[in-house]
């Protein structure tokens, strides 16, 4: 029986840990742990509310636009003005989140999951004319190979010329991504950590010139995902194809929806979004989100066990550090106390289940080349697809968002800061679902609950055993060698994880370095 | 076959602690040079930066990149630049954060930190939580987070530590004091203020370069987002922020924040976030 530890999983944002254990090359039982803990609840409590959107979009890095999103969408719903904000508010709100969504698919096909399948080192053997793959040969030439060695080895399949042109793409990705945030920052000020979307709306103003500038910025991307990065998702699919296999999880999907549609309907679950609200399942079967079935489930989590069973709103954290049994500081969070999977694959699927015609154009075509039905896409390859053709879907949507900005007219509006109020904030972070809960005292931050994607997919078993979606993607697979776990780091990197997001709330107390290793 | 190089190899370690990995995003975005240029290419003519631990970005895993940082400690000693991400947990031996094993035990970014730190040649503190402790270390503190310079003093490890904040920090302002250190070696004492940033980047106040500077002079003050006149009054901390923003902008030049409309939030500053919030309030002191 082997035991693989990896630690750290690199590659995703933040620390994360996977045990796996194995046995006649099939791993049994998998456990994913997060390993850093910053305290961000503790650190709102007190604070004026409206500071909860500056510093909830510092909890990550990569994905602040979402977070920025869903603190706004929060501190609207609890200022009472969700149903107000002006549509150029909305749009811009729309506009930044698809730049950043964009950047964030580019960055993680290429810099974050491709030399899981792309071999660089073939760019030794190149004799083309192609400056940037040239540099590379005299980059390998020098010897000196960091960040891409050392590595995992024996299971690099493409050709050698396919090779080097996905590693000519992952030097074009670099500028592209970079261009995406450009783009972001029209409307967004700056990026990472936008500073134009702030509840009400935002500050920004549209003017013609960025309107312009903005559409041929995303023309420029738009081009490059149509025509370099689904085509690359799909040449490593066709090679890769087991991956269809490899990775199914847990079978079920949830999205809140996203990008608004809609300014005047303060219900979240009910808005009109460009993604839609709800579940799904390898059924296909839609079912309508309703967000009090939402859950926080602790037995297998260092948390008090009377603090089960939770909707956020009510969210408690009380570290219980001496548990038995526990593994992991993130929370198993359930719907319907089911086990579900958040993510790119989680709302295109919904939004293919409610008969969007775009949508399901995209997919059903996709499945058509690989000759496949809708199952194959809960796998590795699967949710790379899904990211893929939502990046066409969302890149494709904003030239007419941006048509419908209208200069001299407001971005934001007024508002008094209650002295009590609840807020809820919903919407969808690349990774996947995420939700933001907060109550207001006395004009301040009395509770802040942050619920993320990885939350969702890294989540440890919960009160009926069940495991995390990763945890269950993992589980099952077979291991063809123990030394170079490629299985395992390609299905946890098809998820996308988002460490810094999903431990940022808790404070742990009591453990010893010694028994922080989970055996 | 390896042939032998003349290009000087100047090994590079990044550390995250408590952070975002939001500096290394923004490091992603530097235009000119691209971060094609600086891992790949001669950043300088004949000076390459090997940047051999990034988790990130690394193709290695687990105990594979876990070698790497053995490695290079032992045979790089005095030699390889550290730049550090985040702050630095210290609460009960620093458990939250952990980067790895070491004998099957886990091993903390603070321990991590004293090892590679007294070997490394330089410690870049990148952005506001390395350099001052930044949000991990807002009140009240839970996981106890100090900044580099503050965690390595503890242990009276002296390799001098060169500071670069922002939440984020500007790209340019890593990688120009990068080229500088590749040109000219370690910054002296006068290129530093007295809170180690680089004077070339940290020279001014947000609020002596800003183009609504004529707005303040004439006392007409922003009454809501969204609109025109100095921000002032809904709560900038450009008076107080030293940083070269209003010159350099960001993302390429496209924007920055208080060209975007909204109040700078002084996250250069060493009191960020507990001295320069509520954000969207009015200074009481200037």
Not at chain 1, 218 to 244: C, G, H, K, M, Q
Not at chain 1, 477 to 490: L, Q
Not at chain 2, 266 to 286: H, I, N, R, W
Request: proline fraction near 7%.
């Amino acid at each position: 029986m082997g035991h693989i530890v990896i630690d750290p999983v690199t590659r995703i944002e933040g620390h994360l840990k996977i045990e796996a254990v194995v046995e006649n090359e099939e791993v049994k039982e998998t456990k994913s742990s997060g390993t850093l803990f910053r305290g961000f609840e503790l650190i709102l409590l007190g604070r004026d509310p409206r500071d909860a959107q500056r510093l909830t979009q510092r909890i990550c890095g990569v994905c602040p636009t979402s977070h920025s999103i869903a603190a706004a969408l929060n501190l609207d719903s609890a200022f009472g003005i969700a149903d107000k904000i002006p549509d150029n508010g909305r749009i811009i709100r729309n506009l930044i989140l698809g730049s950043a969504h964009i950047a964030d698919h580019i960055l993680h096909f290429y810099l974050l999951a491709a030399l899981d399948y792309v071999d660089i080192t073939k760019v030794a053997e190149y004799e083309g004319t192609n400056p940037p793959l040239n540099s590379i040969k005299r980059f390998i030439e020098r010897g000196e190979l960091g960040p891409f060695f050392p590595r995992y080895e024996g299971d690099y399949r493409l050709p050698a010329e396919v090779d080097q042109q996905i590693v000519a793409h992952y030097v074009e990705a670099l500028t592209m991504r970079r261009k995406a945030h450009e783009m972001l920052s029209i409307f967004g000020g700056k990026m990472p950590h936008n500073m134009a979307i702030v509840p009400g709306g935002v500050t920004e103003v549209p003017t013609i010139d960025k309107i312009a500038s903005f559409l041929w910025r995303l023309n420029e991307l738009r081009d490059f995902i149509d025509n370099v990065y689904l085509p690359d998702v799909l040449t490593v699919a066709e090679v890769y194809s087991d991956y269809f296999e490899i990775g199914k999880g847990c079978g079920n999907l949830l999205s809140y929806g996203s990008y608004e549609l809609d300014g005047k309907e303060a219900d979240l679950a009910k808005r009109q979004r460009l993604f839609k609200q709800g579940t799904i399942s390898t059924d296909l079967k839609p079912g309508k989100l309703d967000p009090d079935k939402i859950s926080e489930e602790v037995k297998h989590s260092w948390y008090a066990s009377s603090s089960t069973g939770r909707n956020p709103a009510r969210g408690e954290t009380t570290a219980d550090t001496g548990k038995k049994g526990a593994y992991s500081w993130i929370k198993s969070l359930r719907y319907d106390g089911e086990v579900y999977e958040a993510g790119p694959l989680a709302r295109l699927l919904v939004t293919y289940a409610s008969g969007e015609p775009t949508v399901k154009g995209l997919v059903d075509s996709t499945l058509a080349k690989f000759r496949a039905s809708p199952s194959a896409l809960f796998s590795v390859l699967g949710r790379h697809a899904a990211r893929a053709l939502e990046t066409k879907f969302i890149a494709d949507s904003m030239p007419g968002w941006l048509l419908q900005l209208k200069p001299g007219e407001p971005v934001c509006i007024s508002y008094t800061i209650p002295e009590e109020a609840q807020g809820m904030g919903l919407m969808e972070a690349a990774r996947g679902a995420l939700g933001h809960w907060m109550e207001i005292k006395e004009s301040k931050i009395a509770n802040y609950q942050v619920v993320t994607p990885t939350a969702w997919n890294g989540s440890p078993k919960d009160d009926k055993n069940q495991p995390g979606p990763i945890e269950q993607a993992i589980t099952g697979t077979k291991i063809r060698d123990e030394e170079n776990p490629f299985e395992i780091v390609r299905i946890v990197r098809s998820f996308d994880p988002c460490l810094g997001c999903a431990v940022h709330l808790v404070t742990p107390k009591g453990r010893s370095l010694g028994e922080f290793r989970v055996s | 076959m390896v042939r032998q190089s003349l290009t000087e190899e100047f090994p590079v370690i990044w550390l995250q602690g408590a952070g975002c990995t939001g500096c290394s995003v923004s490091v992603l975005n530097s235009a000119s040079p691209s971060i094609k240029n600086v891992l790949i290419d001669e950043v300088i003519p004949g000076k390459h930066i090997n940047l051999r631990f990034h988790s990130t970005i690394m193709a290695g895993a687990g105990d594979t990149g876990i070698e790497v940082l053995r490695e290079t400690h032992q045979q790089k000693k005095g030699s390889y630049i550290l730049v550090v991400e985040g702050a630095i947990p210290t609460a009960q031996g620093g458990i939250h954060c952990v980067i790895g094993e070491e004998g099957g035990k886990a091993v903390s970014v603070v321990s991590r930190l004293k090892s590679l730190g007294s070997n490394a040649w330089a410690v870049i503190a990148l952005g506001t939580c390395a350099a001052f402790g930044g949000i991990p270390a807002a009140s009240p503190n839970p996981t106890q987070c100090l900044s580099v310079e503050e965690a390595l003093k503890a242990v009276r490890i002296a390799t001098p530590v060169i500071n670069i904040p922002g939440c984020p920090p500007h790209p340019d302002w890593f990688i120009g004091t990068l080229a500088s250190i590749l040109l000219f070696g370690l910054p002296k004492p006068e290129d530093l203020d007295e809170h180690r940033r680089p004077k070339a980047f940290f020279g001014a106040l947000i609020h002596e370069n800003c183009p609504r500077r004529a707005y303040y002079d004439e006392g007409k003050f922003a009454k809501k987002l969204g609109g025109p006149g100095c921000l002032y009054e809904l709560g900038c901390k450009g008076p107080v922020t030293y940083a070269d923003c209003p010159l350099r902008h960001w993302n390429n030049g496209v924007n920055w924040c208080i060209g975007s409309g909204s109040p700078c939030i002084g996250c250069c500053e060493p009191g960020f976030p507990d001295l320069v919030s509520p954000f969207y309030e009015k200074m009481t002191q200037a």
